[in-house]
């Protein structure tokens, strides 16, 4: 059967990751006599695998199945693909996405790439993201220094304390994933909940086994002989210094006295409009990074820690769940963001380092260049704003989607 089917706009295997929200896709016969109906369906290529569903455009209700009928001059006929909810992928290609017509099957394979639960991976997920992530680093030659420094004490302003705190963010985070990304692309940044125990993250095999203390000094974490990330330098410095104020084999991060951390309920009912909820960055997301002593409890130093991006990815995920339950996904509502009259605040202000401009009130400095593109989607840019990443599953406008979903958070708003 002479069919072609382009999946994020491009018939290259590069480009065949999906999450949860539909990717644009589409299908088309060579040139017959007549039209070919056809029917697409999805199924795992392997026990545990991923699948997908379907959209015939991405406001209608997903399907299992999708019967398209392909005009005869070999015209494309557009259909959306998009993770099915709760059948995430555990490995690259394990998800299947079937064409049937006139008796002949094609089979494109794909992956369904989410953000998870770090506590709950299986080891070769959990291996496959530490090998990308010890090649970021590269010994401390790798581009992970670049992230480091993008999070300093000198650049606080453009990334604490007011409204651009969580897009700022989402942007690093996602900067951040493509770069993983491009050494493996069946990885994805996964997060730490820190409101649950999370025995299995803080073990020598995976983000290091990390000494509950009572205060300063902090010691280094230890890891499995090795391990990926025993080699790991940042600032010409190796090692992790990470030590905890709790029990990370039995208590989620409390928070110190006087500062405890919000559950993930508290935190979704801290309030409907965004000014509300983005009080957050106190607690629980500052509450946190100061359940440790070491790196990751200071702005300065917490970014020469790895677990500072999975703890942010929980920030994320936060922010992406409470969209979800509100329905705030649309950038032109001011309950969904709400700026201020500063540089790199305003919805459509440029990200700092990514817009490179190094001249007052920015930093006078811009490390990283330029946000790394993606071959799943055009968004949202190299030069990304507040507003390109607001809307980062597309559910107010398709085009805003930036190509990644996590396993806890839905695309589908009815």
């Known amino acids: 059967m002479p069919l072609e089917i382009e999946i994020n706009g491009s018939a290259t295997p590069e480009a065949r990751y999906i ?20 029917t697409l369906t999805s199924q795992p290529a392997q026990p545990g695998g991923g699948q997908a569903v379907f959209y015939s455009n991405p406001a209608a209700p ?16 557009d259909f959306g693909l998009g993770g099915k909810w709760q059948a995430p992928s555990v490995d690259d290609r394990d998800c299947l996405l079937i064409a049937t017509g006139n008796g002949d099957t094609l089979t494109v394979p794909l992956m369904v790439r989410l ?10 997920e959990r291996d496959r993201f530490l090998e990308a992530l010890a090649k970021l680093n590269a010994g401390g030659s790798g581009r992970y220094q670049d992230f480091r420094d993008i999070h300093v004490g000198a650049a606080n302003a453009e990334e604490h304390g007011g409204p651009h705190f969580l897009p700022w963010h989402r942007t690093l985070l996602l900067d951040f994933e493509r770069g993983l990304q491009d050494i493996d692309p069946a990885v994805s940044l996964h997060y730490w909940r820190f409101d649950q125990p999370a025995s299995s993250v803080f073990q020598s095999n995976f983000m290091g086994a990390t000494a509950q203390v009572t205060g300063d000094p902090p ?7 090795g391990h990926p990330l025993s080699g790991w330098i940042t600032d010409g410095v190796p090692g992790i210094s990470r030590s905890a104020l709790f029990d990370t084999q039995t208590s989620p991060a409390p928070g110190p006295p006087g500062f405890d951390l ?7 009912a801290l309030g409907d409009v965004y000014t509300d909820f983005a009080q957050m960055e106190g607690t629980p997301h500052g509450a946190a990074h100061v359940s440790f ?14 677990l500072f991006f999975m703890l942010h990815a929980n920030v994320d995920r936060l922010w992406a769940l409470w969209q979800w339950l509100k329905r705030r996904t649309d950038p032109n509502d001011v309950n969904v963001y709400q700026g201020q009259n500063r540089d790199g605040r305003r919805l459509d202000d440029s990200t700092w380092p990514w817009n490179g401009v190094t001249t007052f009130p920015r930093p006078g400095f811009a490390p990283g260049g330029p946000l790394k593109p993606s071959p799943t989607t ?4 190299a030069v990304p704003t507040i507003r390109g990443v607001i809307d980062y599953q597309g559910n107010s406008l398709a085009a805003a989607r930036i190509g990644y979903g996590y396993d806890a958070v839905p695309f589908e708003l009815s």
């Open 378 to 381: 055009a968004a949202p840019g």
């Open 219 to 225: 010691s280094d974490v230890a890891f499995d002989s």
């Open 262 to 268: 919000l559950s993930e309920a508290a935190t979704l």
């Open 115 to 124: 953000r998870k639960d770090a506590n709950t991976l299986l080891p070769r």
């Open 19 to 38: 999450a949860n929200a539909p990717s644009p896709c589409r299908i088309r016969q060579a040139p017959a006599a007549g039209p070919l109906p056809v």
């Open 62 to 77: 997903s399907s299992a199945t999708l019967q398209l009928t392909l005009p005869a001059d070999g015209s494309w006929v």
């Open 293 to 306: 002593v070491g790196w990751i409890s200071q702005i300065p130093t917490a970014a020469k820690d790895p």
